[in-house]
């Protein structure tokens, strides 16, 4: 009986322990993405979890338009995410994978080196 009691307890803390991974991503993400025709881009990644638990998010690109593009899909795995969108009538996506608890590194449709840093707010 004990023996079920300390493997129902330790099943219940693995669960938890994944259910804070899964929020690595969520978050605001600098991004850089580096040799793009029109120079090196920089951007905001802004990624949250909608209520069936899902990631979703959008991305404001660093320029005089500001603009706010939403993602049309987030694909999550445990160290990797992928985000799709449209930007100029194109349908562009980036790939970042985990570096360490504040870096991702990856690329902008497999063409140009992209980079993000976790924007950690001050309190």
């Known amino acids: 009986m004990m023996f079920a009691a300390a493997l129902l307890m ?3 803390v693995t ?12 978050g605001k993400w600098e991004c850089l993405t580096v040799g793009t025709p029109g120079g090196d881009g920089k951007s905001t990644i802004i990624l949250k979890r909608n209520a069936e638990g899902k990631l979703t998010g959008s ?14 899909r987030v694909d999550e795995k445990e160290k990797s995410v992928t985000v799709y969108f449209k930007a100029n009538g194109y349908d562009v996506y980036i790939y970042l994978e985990k570096v360490d608890d504040n870096h991702l590194t990856g690329s ?8 993000a840093t976790r924007v950690v707010e001050k309190g």
């Open 59 to 72: 991305l404001i690109a660093m320029t005089s338009s500001g603009s706010d593009n939403v993602f049309s």
């Open 10 to 12: 330790l099943v219940s």
């Open 15 to 26: 669960v938890k322990a994944q259910d804070k991974k899964t929020d690595f991503f969520v």
């Open 108 to 115: 902008t449709m497999d063409m140009f080196d992209t980079t």
